[in-house]
Nanobody, 113 residues
């Protein structure tokens, strides 16, 4: 059974950084694409960043230049710099393989002074 497990969330002050990690288990095959989504209270889940197997990256306009997505074979990372209160959300890891989508359970990121 494929599982995605996020880690690295927490409470930080505005301007600080966090690095999220998501480890994939239960499969011998790397995901075709992986990425991060987030959902703030009262809002829809939105794309943050994605990365394909050939390292093509895509970012939401709101995080481009501040966040960096990267991956190893079975792990995807999200380096978040210069965090703002509006980045507060539950961050979800996503993996796509053979037209199947897999999600992690989410990790809370709170940016507050």
């Amino acid at each position: 059974q494929v599982q995605l497990v996020e880690s690295g969330g927490g409470l930080v002050q505005p301007g600080e950084s966090l690095r999220l990690s998501c480890k994939v288990s239960g499969t011998a095959f790397p995901m075709d694409a992986m990425g991060w989504y987030r959902q703030a209270p009262g809002k829809q889940r939105e794309l943050v960043a994605t990365i394909t197997g050939d390292s093509t990256r895509n970012y939401a306009d709101s995080v481009r230049g501040l966040f960096t997505v990267s991956r190893a074979q079975f792990t995807v990372y999200l380096q978040m710099n210069s965090l703002k209160p509006e980045d507060t959300a539950v961050y979800y890891c996503n993996g796509e393989y053979a037209r199947q989508n897999y999600w992690g359970q989410g990790t809370q990121v709170t940016v507050s002074s």
